[in-house]
């Protein structure tokens, strides 16, 4: 299994970003999504999540109205787009796949930097 996260980078404080995350090696489409951050010295935390046939999302309250979850599972790809993006969004973005309790899966992370 591979998760490939891409689009992190640097942004001023307001703009916006587009992750993605490229999945392979595993059914997507059975699968919930998310996307978690860790910022420096602090814990990873959840920001997003979207059902498998992307009927049921969850937001951070921290991330509510300004970021949003999709996915294309004919792509193998979910996206997290960000908006109004604050100081404290900057992290290190990860994607995660899941399956129950025993398939949990996870990419190599995608640095965002929120500064100007």
């Known amino acids: 299994v591979q998760l490939v996260e891409s689009g992190g980078g640097l942004v001023q404080p307001g703009g916006s970003l587009r992750l993605s995350c490229a999945a392979s090696g595993l059914t997507f489409s059975t699968y919930t999504m998310s996307w978690f951050r860790q910022a420096p010295g602090k814990e990873r935390e959840s920001v997003a999540s979207?059902?498998?046939?992307?009927?049921?999302?969850y937001y951070a309250d921290s991330v509510k109205g300004r970021f949003t979850i999709s996915r294309d599972n004919a792509k193998n790809t979910v996206y997290l787009q960000m908006n109004s993006l604050k100081r404290e969004d900057t992290a290190v973005y990860y994607c995660?796949?899941?399956?129950?309790?025993?398939?949990?899966?996870w990419g190599q992370g995608t640095q965002v930097t929120v500064s100007s």
């Open positions: 979207i059902s498998n046939f992307g009927r049921n999302t």
């Open positions: 995660n796949a899941r399956r129950a309790v025993v398939y949990d899966y």
